[in-house]
């Protein structure tokens, strides 16, 4: 029997609009409503009845307004009698990183079975392990069908944080036996990722949260899956250009290079010049002396702080 399955990457509702956006919090909420009526209504006229959320549904776990939660409810609800909710556990949905509390918005869900935990669903032709966010991922014993993978997780990237359980290495996945990984938690976007027999979905999230520069320029994306010859495919979420969503503080031409953090703070208040970026431009040769291999890593700390103010470099 052939089957569809709707991957929606993160979500983090928030009753808060974030400070980088130009809606107020009433809009702002009603933008997370739309994306997420488009995801149900696009199952029905496809003939999906399965949505598997990656993680951090929610942005806080156990805050949101009644009336937004109520509507979110309402909204998975109106649909039950055509389409499964599922969900796995991302870090946001953690009460103070306590995986058994029982006080969190997700777990009201789940109690309430309005979304379902997502641990193994069984098909006809392909099989779907859910892991929650730093639990490890079992390895395949059976590959008697296709297996699909759900973790909230980076991908070869242990950037901020991500190591152990919640970074995915290559070697890792490889021996692992997964045919496909839909990855969570890493809120940038990136073309699928074909290496050594298996494929790596990373859609980003379904809210542009921050002003992030990836943010600013992509689009919003879930993915979609197909049992029928085990066809992906990516599926375009309405939204508007970041352009006219964002408040640009500033947007500079100049292409990125690096930074000295010994001296950044004391230059932003001595420097004569407005432009933050030039600050940091100015100061590579002597940062590159200083931060040696810590270099990038620093380099990519302080660009995302000042792209989370709407401060980021226009693309080229």
Not at 57 to 82: A, W
Not at 217 to 242: F, H, T
Not at 278 to 292: F, H, P, S
Request: glycine letters at 4%.
């Amino acid at each position: 029997m052939n089957e569809k399955i709707l991957f929606i990457p993160d979500v983090h509702l928030t009753s808060t609009a974030p400070i980088s956006r130009k809606e107020t919090n009433a809009e702002y909420i009603q933008v997370q409503y739309d994306k997420l009526k488009f995801c149900y209504d696009y199952c029905v006229k496809n003939g999906i009845n399965t949505i598997i959320y990656e993680g951090d549904i929610f942005n806080n776990s156990t805050s949101l307004e009644f009336s937004q939660l109520s509507d979110f409810i309402s909204l998975v609800s109106s649909y039950k009698d055509k389409i499964n909710s599922y969900s796995i556990v991302g870090n946001h949905d953690l009460y103070y990183r306590n995986m058994e509390s029982n006080k969190t918005l997700l777990h009201l869900l789940f109690s309430a079975e309005i979304i379902k935990p997502l641990t193994q669903l069984e098909f006809d032709t392909f099989r779907i392990i859910g892991v929650d966010y730093n639990k490890p991922i079992p390895a395949i014993k059976n590959n008697d069908k296709y297996n699909i993978c759900v973790a909230h997780c980076f991908y070869e990237n242990d950037f901020f944080g991500g190591t152990g359980d919640t970074n995915l290495t290559e070697e890792k996945a490889t021996l692992l036996g997964y045919d496909s990984y839909v990855l969570g938690h890493d809120h940038t976007y990136y073309e699928p990722l074909n290496k050594n027999n298996y494929w790596i979905f990373r859609s980003g999230s379904l809210l542009r949260g921050t002003s992030k520069t990836d943010n600013l320029y992509r689009g919003i994306k879930v993915m979609e899956y197909n049992s029928q010859d085990n066809i992906w495919k990516e599926v375009e979420v309405p939204c508007k250009k970041g352009e006219d969503v964002f408040l640009e503080k500033r947007i500079i031409e100049k292409q990125q290079k690096s930074i000295n953090l010994d001296n950044i703070i004391s230059n932003l208040y001595s420097n004569k010049s407005n432009d933050i970026y030039e600050v940091i431009d100015n100061n590579e040769e002597e940062g590159k002396k200083i931060l040696k291999d810590k270099y990038e890593s620093t380099l990519k700390l302080i660009t995302e702080y000042l792209e989370s103010f709407g401060m980021y470099r226009m693309k080229e």
